[in-house]
């Protein structure tokens, strides 16, 4: 039996800890008050009622988070359907439209009468059918997505109002560092994610009374876990362990996992090897600021266009500004609310003091082609010294990636998956 520490209690560290706690003694360090990183629900009083609101993870579905639904369902935790539908709103074009039906793509009826709207539809139609040949192309060629879409010709209204916000809305990520997105990682995962076509599309699920069901019953299987521990360094001692240096002091484990995000695993490293900086370092993060909150003005102006997801941009030379994004919560989970509550990342103007309900600060990996790159080396640098390295970083930043790095480095320590995992 092991002494493992593991540091970060999002799906990566909760996982790992979980899956090798059936084996060996471990202590979980977490330096929030609660575990669950972008699991993070919070009671919500509204109409008289206080329930459980979900602000970070939010929605999974079956096809395309296979090892997140066999761990909710060894977990019996409850999950009920939701939506996905996509909104676009640019007041610098007068524009507004949503994906979710053709009420919906005319919500706003002037776009009847642009002919560059229906550009951008006959390009979506074109990028659609032609979505395998492009990836194709682009594992041919190392195409970033900006180079893919000039050599194929495609036109400003079908980048700009829905290839790049729908891509920055997904990824957290400014719609125009969207085009240094390496092309065969985003068609690969649209691709799988079914947003390229319209029949059969997975059904997006989410999980009933919030994120904590799961997180709480991880939390109950690991035992040791310490919350309001902040860790300050972790040090290599050769054979005798690792030491973890934390609020409390420090204590020696024979292993230690680095279940944080990319840099601040580096930042924690008291000396990293030349090999651990290149590939940490290479995998960088931006922060967002993200307002739960009851202000129904950051939303499209029709309500015909509301959905689920709701990118807006208000002006187009704000394209390197963080994304802004408004997740209608009542949409996306099943809430006993009358009124409307939202998640809005980065707001491009004042929300309404009196409608906020907390604010967040979160942080997204930016995946670009260096950040893949340093993903296919991380293998190199596992174990090394005793250290182990996982978070959805060394994936496309979902809660499946971020259990299935929790899943690898676990297995590495000799832990039993305890259902069919899948890997790629």
């Not at 879409?149 to 980048?159: C, G, S």
């Not at 076509?197 to 040791?224: E, F, H, M």
């Amino acid at each position: 039996m092991m002494k493992i520490a593991v540091i970060g209690s999002g799906i990566a560290g909760l996982s790992s800890a979980w899956l090798l706690a059936r084996q060996h003694q471990v202590c979980l360090f977490e330096a929030n008050d609660y575990a669950g990183g972008h699991s993070n629900a919070v009671d919500v009083c509204l109409d008289g009622i206080t329930h459980p609101v979900d602000t970070g993870f939010l929605v999974f579905n079956r096809q395309t988070y296979p090892n997140l639904t066999q761990l909710f369902s060894l977990l019996n935790v409850e999950i009920a359907n939701t939506d996905m539908g996509f909104s676009v709103r640019l007041p610098a074009e007068n524009l507004e439209w949503a994906g979710s039906s053709l009420s919906s793509l005319f919500a706003q009826k002037t776009n009847i009468f642009k002919p560059r709207f229906w550009l951008m539809i006959a390009d979506i139609l074109r990028f659609n059918h032609h979505a395998h040949r492009l990836l194709q192309r682009a594992k041919d060629e190392q195409l970033t997505l900006g180079q893919l879409l000039k050599a194929e010709n495609y036109h400003a209204p079908f980048i700009d109002w829905y290839l790049l916000p729908m891509g920055a809305a997904i990824w957290s990520t400014p719609s125009e560092d969207m085009l240094n997105f390496p092309a065969e990682s985003f068609l690969q995962f649209c691709i799988n994610h079914g947003l390229l076509q319209i029949n059969d599309r997975p059904q997006w699920l989410t999980v009933n009374n919030s994120s904590r069901q799961y997180v709480k019953r991880l939390c109950a299987g690991i035992g040791d876990v310490r919350l309001n521990t902040p860790v300050f360094k972790v040090s290599a001692r050769g054979e005798d362990g690792v030491m973890v240096s934390h609020q409390q002091g420090e204590e020696l484990f024979d292993k230690v996992i680095l279940a944080t995000h990319s840099d601040q695993s580096l930042a924690l490293l008291d000396t990293a090897t030349a090999q651990e900086q290149a590939i940490l370092s290479a995998i960088k993060y931006a922060p967002n600021v993200a307002y739960l909150h009851s202000d129904s003005s950051v939303m499209p102006r029709h309500k015909t266009a509301w959905a689920a997801w709701n990118y807006y941009n208000s002006a187009q030379d704000k394209a390197h500004a963080p994304v802004a994004v408004t997740y209608w919560l009542n949409k996306l989970q099943p809430l006993p609310f009358k009124t409307d509550i939202f998640v809005t990342l980065n707001p491009p103007q004042a929300i309404n003091e009196s409608k906020i309900i907390r604010r967040f600060n979160y942080a997204h990996p930016q995946l670009n082609s260096a950040a893949y790159e340093a993903q296919k080396q991380l293998n190199q640098i596992q174990g090394q010294r005793g250290i182990y390295f996982c978070g959805a970083w060394a994936g496309y930043g979902f809660h499946e990636d971020g259990l299935k790095a929790g899943m690898r480095v676990a297995r590495l320590l000799g832990a039993n998956i305890p259902w069919e995992a899948v890997y790629e």
